[in-house]
């Protein structure tokens, strides 16, 4: 599995699975009792604060702790699910199992469907959003498992909330990081791929231009993880999809700026750089900077800074 493979539609969407409702410091203590959804969310939410400064044992603690206090509520898992997804992709190995993770994120989809048995036409947008994020990653894994028939159910599942969710960014802000990497991607999918392009008939048409937009919206929001997911995907959009590394550019700068330990974040910014054509001696002094972030974070295990050691020396 790579950090840099080109995603199609839902494979980008299920990765922004870190929307959650307003922003909140990621700290140490335990998450008190929560009873709503959007309670919920906050505490989620410091799980991925914690994540995008990679910081993983206290994101592995905040999530430990949520599922301590909330056993039965979806965005424990869900949060949780996320933890595991990062250890994950950053090859931690040995250090979680893809069943850990998908048991969390089994138990998700089934606690919202539970909670929210109306799926398609749910009232509240916010709840209308979780199903998206949850379902979106439920298909990215199963995708990547090679779990055909659970794919295909996923994924009808997935776009129902997409459909449903559609043009009505207003409601809940979190909607237009949803509706941009739709918007952007169905079409982008489709010209990429022609043998998508059946089933792109299945779903509602995108526009590639509104998507770009929605996501500049995103991206300019209040809100640290609209905003930085709303980066990070525009990054990904003008470097992978467009090839036009000078507009990722500011994108990739904004977020090592923001997050000066990650190393995705720093991995991508490397990446712009070599694409826009800067100078050996910039590459030099890039990839020096990531060696020294490497070795010096606290919060990696040897796996994991191995991993990215190897990325700057290929």
């Known amino acids: 599995m790579s950090l840099f493979a080109t995603p199609s ?48 044992p206290l994101a592995d603690s905040l999530s430990r702790a949520l599922l301590e206090h909330h056993p ?80 295909a159910a996923a994924g009808r599942q997935a776009a129902g909330y997409v459909r449903s969710s559609l043009g009505r960014e207003t409601e809940y802000q979190g909607l237009y990081l949803s509706a941009g990497l739709y918007n952007y991607m169905v079409e982008a999918a489709g010209e990429r791929y022609p043998l998508l392009r059946l089933y792109r008939l299945l779903y509602p048409r995108g526009d590639k231009e509104l998507g770009i937009r929605q996501l500049e919206y995103a991206a300019g929001l209040e809100h640290p993880v609209w905003s930085t997911e709303a980066r990070y995907f525009l990054l990904r959009i003008w470097l992978d999809m467009e090839a036009d590394a000078r507009r990722a550019l500011p994108h990739a700068e904004w977020l090592v700026a923001r997050y000066p330990g990650n190393l995705i974040f720093h991995y991508y910014h490397y990446q712009t750089l070599v694409g826009a054509g800067k100078s050996s001696d910039r590459l030099l002094e890039k990839r020096g900077e990531i060696d020294r972030i490497a070795r010096s974070h606290g919060g990696l295990t040897a796996a994991q800074r191995a991993h990215f050691l190897g990325l700057i020396s290929e």
């Open 72 to 151: 039965s509520h979806y965005l424990s898992h869900f949060a949780r699910a996320n933890y595991l997804w990062y250890v994950i992709i950053t090859h931690a190995h040995g250090e979680v199992s893809t069943e850990a993770f998908s048991g969390h994120l089994q138990r998700a989809r089934e606690d919202f469907e539970h909670r929210h048995p109306g799926r398609f036409t749910e009232k509240d947008a916010m709840l209308l959003f979780h199903g998206v994020i949850i379902h979106a990653l439920s298909l990215r894994y199963d995708a990547m498992e090679g779990h055909g028939m659970r794919v």
């Open 9 to 56: 539609f839902f494979t980008w969407l299920s990765l922004a699975c870190l929307w959650f409702s307003p922003a909140t410091q990621a700290h140490a203590t335990p998450p008190a009792p929560a009873a709503g959804p959007v309670e919920m969310s906050l505490e989620a939410e410091r799980v991925m604060e914690a994540l995008h400064q990679f910081e993983f």
